[in-house]
């Protein structure tokens, strides 16, 4: 897993456990109803894990093939210059 997947899966437990907590009356939110926030948060964050999850097979097939069809970075000092050839003629004349 990525460590934004882990991120995601980690916000979302948190933030799970949280709404559980309120939920059983545990907590009580009454006095601050802001707390309310982390039942759709916690919706959020699953929705994001599942997307990260299911692309993360996808991103690692396209680097792969990004990697397999770049080519090699040609310098100047790379290349030799053939002998009895003037470099600044082209193929073509």
Do not use: W
């Not at 707390?35 to 692309?55: E, H, K, N, S």
């Not at 100047?76 to 003037?86: A, I, K, Q, S």
């Amino acid at each position: 897993m990525s460590r934004l997947t882990k991120i995601m899966l980690e916000l979302t437990v948190i933030n799970s456990v949280a709404s559980g907590l309120f939920l059983t009356g545990i907590i009580n939110v009454s006095a601050a109803p802001g707390l309310y926030v982390v039942f759709p948060l916690a919706a959020v964050f699953y929705g994001m894990f599942l997307i990260c999850r299911m692309l993360q097979k996808d991103v690692v097939e396209f680097d792969a093939e990004h990697r397999a069809h770049t080519a090699p970075d040609i310098h100047p000092h790379n290349v030799e210059h053939l002998h009895g050839h003037d470099h600044h003629e082209s193929i073509a004349a």
